[in-house]
């Protein structure tokens, strides 16, 4: 449990200050009375914006602002109240990763002053019994350890101690000060500047009330960095462009600024300076559109731009900005409305290959929402982490071009159909790429060179068939996990529908995507099932390994040298007739009437035998993806029952 300290009084506290309550950090905003009590009181805004009772007001009075817009991000405490002793770096350094031994019991070497503040100097024996062992380490993690500073002892900018930081040779390639009680920026420079191979560093949930160098520090970088977090560290857009500057990040490649108030920026003419930025997180970060972020267009390496839980609902920009070299865009839980937000995406974000739009309301209210963004998107080549592959992709667009088609078709009026072609922006690409549909060219064709129709103009009724849908699914209050369970939907539909389109009407039905469904058509017809040849023998693969008798051998053979018995294929059938022919031609008509009814029963027999040797199935038809008409499968049928499976299940 960390030791708890207390202080003499209110003016020993200071607004800005960071400080710990059994563990829970804020902020010092206000130090004073309140009205409607007595004594003193410092206002605090937590960092954990739910554990306060208010918003730096009491009884109708502001005393104090927060960074964070929570209704309960505030409290008043009393300055005797005890709270969390902080430490320096190196002392949680030694309490994490040393062997127990105490900075603390070391021998004072005199005092120093850097800031205005006398420093207790400490040897740096210690120090060089652990810098050997801390050397090893490649990955650092102080996160919550109430680090406030650095030994500022080892780091004194006029005298010999300058270069000590530097000759522990601390190798690290990333280090996590995370949720510490850092005030200025300049601490944290003195703590990595000296790491000199220091790739990743991350600073989320700190409060830096001094971002510019003060005068004690000269201007450090950091110049192997290539990884940085600032997420919830309470930054504003300045802020931000005036700490992440090309001085200290010459190499910069990540940064994420994730949860922190930003809102649009105020000055559009603004620039990140760090030019060799390639992934860049806003994460919640109360963005409400994208013109706000022209500036990004400045960034030439930029290529990853999460924005992810901003309150985005347009991607339109007036005028229009392109950010060319981003590749990937993470839109989720944004709220975009509706698929038509997606068109501005393919000029905004030209060089686009990865699209995340999880959780928008076009997502989730949408059942066919990736059918039509990858319809949409030509050039994305994966959607919610999932790849697009190509066929997936021909069938989205032609079941989108088929839509698209459908729409223009029912137009009354050119009007009605610049308005279509103004929704859909990528028709004239789909019919670029797969022709333009029969059916549009005779809609503007002359009616006296129209050729005849394929399907004769008939009413309503006489074109809708009873179409019978049904899938097996598991049964999960069944005993048996082998049972299943038969769920069936029936619809009247005009014959005259299209694959495509009679595909996004059952997809719902059964919870399946349009273009993942399969539609297969039982016939009345069985087939037997056909044998594989295998080493010039027929094999029937039958539950019985040896279902023919030394009878059937003998009945085979017995059929003579005919063209029928060459191939290996007797049809008994033939065998009947003459029988039957015989019997008639010897016999009186009245026995020649019998023999029919015996060559009838003995035809039966035979062809039941033959089922029972034979295994047979019901003739299916799938139904293949295409923009032709149902009715060319269905044979004049005014019912018919499909069986719908998913397709790769």
């Known amino acids: 449990m960390p030791f708890k300290t207390i202080l003499s009084g209110i003016n020993e506290f200071h607004i800005g200050q960071r400080l710990s309550y059994n563990g829970a950090l804020c902020t010092v905003r206000y130090r004073g009375e309140v009205e409607g009590t007595n004594g003193q009181w410092l206002g605090v805004e937590w960092d954990d914006p739910t554990k306060g009772k208010h918003d730096g007001s009491h009884d109708g009075k502001r005393y104090f602002d927060c960074l964070g817009k929570g209704p309960t991000a505030a409290s008043f405490v009393r300055p005797s109240r005890r709270f969390d002793q902080p430490q320096d770096f190196w002392t949680a350094l030694e309490g994490k990763y040393g062997s127990g031994r105490s900075l603390q019991t070391t021998t004072l070497q005199g005092t120093i002053t850097i800031s205005g503040k006398q420093i207790d100097e400490v040897g740096f024996d210690i120090i060089a019994e652990k810098q050997s062992a801390w050397s090893e380490l490649e990955i650092v993690s102080l996160d919550g350890l109430r680090i406030d500073s650095l030994i500022p002892a080892l ?173 990937s865009l993470d839109l989720t839980a944004t709220l975009l409305p509706s698929l038509p937000d997606l068109s501005p995406v393919t000029t905004t974000f030209p060089a686009l290959r990865s699209l995340q739009i999880i959780n928008t309301p076009l997502a989730t209210s949408h059942p066919s929402s990736r059918l039509f963004a990858v319809a949409r998107l030509p050039n994305i080549t994966s959607l919610n982490h999932t790849g697009i592959s190509p066929t997936e992709r021909q069938d989205a667009e032609l079941y989108y071009q088929n839509l698209i088609t459908s729409l223009l078709v029912e137009a009354k009026t050119p009007e009605e159909e610049r308005h279509i072609l103004a929704e859909h922006p990528q028709w004239e690409y789909l019919c670029s790429k797969y022709g333009e549909p029969d059916s549009i060219a005779q809609k503007h064709q002359p009616k006296d060179d129209a050729p005849p129709a394929a399907y004769p103009a008939v009413s309503l009724g006489a074109n809708l068939v009873t179409f019978i849908f049904y899938t097996r699914r598991p049964n999960l209050n069944a005993d048996d996990e082998g049972t299943t369970v038969t769920v069936t939907e029936i619809r009247e539909l005009p014959k005259l529908i299209d694959v495509y389109r009679l595909k996004s009407i059952v997809g719902p039905l059964f919870s399946i995507p349009p273009m993942s469904v399969r539609l297969i058509i039982e016939t009345e017809v069985w087939d037997p099932v056909p044998t594989k040849q295998l080493g010039g023998l027929d094999w029937d693969f039958s539950d019985s390994e040896d279902e023919s008798t030394d009878e059937d051998d003998e009945d085979v053979g017995s059929g003579g040298s005919s063209a029928g018995d060459e191939d290996g294929d007797l049809d008994s059938g033939d065998t009947e007739v003459d029988d039957a022919k015989n019997i008639n031609a010897v016999g009186s008509p009245e026995e020649g009437s019998k023999a029919s009814v015996v060559s009838e029963e003995l035809r039966k027999e035979e062809g039941d035998q033959r089922k029972k040797k034979e295994k047979w199935v019901k003739r299916e038809i799938e139904i293949p993806d295409s923009t032709r008409k149902v009715a060319d499968w269905l044979e004049e049928k005014k019912e018919v029952r499909i069986r719908v499976e998913r397709r790769g299940s």
């Open 155 to 327: 780091w004194n900018p006029d005298g010999p101690l300058e270069s000590q930081i530097t000759r522990t040779n601390l190798r690290w390639k990333g280090l996590d000060l995370s949720n510490n009680l850092f005030e200025s920026w300049d601490e944290v420079l003195s703590i990595c500047s000296a790491m000199k191979e220091l790739r990743c560093l991350k600073l989320n949930g700190n409060r830096f009330r001094e971002l510019s160098s003060g005068p004690d520090y000269s201007y450090r970088s950091l110049p192997r960095l290539e990884e940085l977090s600032l997420a919830n560290v309470a930054l504003e857009w300045d802020q931000v462009l005036a700490l992440c500057n090309k001085q200290q990040f010459p190499v910069l490649q990540s940064l994420s600024l994730a949860f922190n108030p930003l809102g649009n920026p105020t000055n559009t003419s603004a620039s990140f300076s760090v030019t060799s930025l390639i992934l860049l997180d806003l994460t919640s970060c109360n963005i409400r559109n994208l013109q706000s972020l022209a500036f990004l267009a400045k960034l030439p390496h930029l290529a990853t731009l999460i924005l992810r839980s901003n309150p985005i609902a347009n991607l339109s920009t007036k005028p229009q900005i392109v950010l060319p070299k981003i590749s």
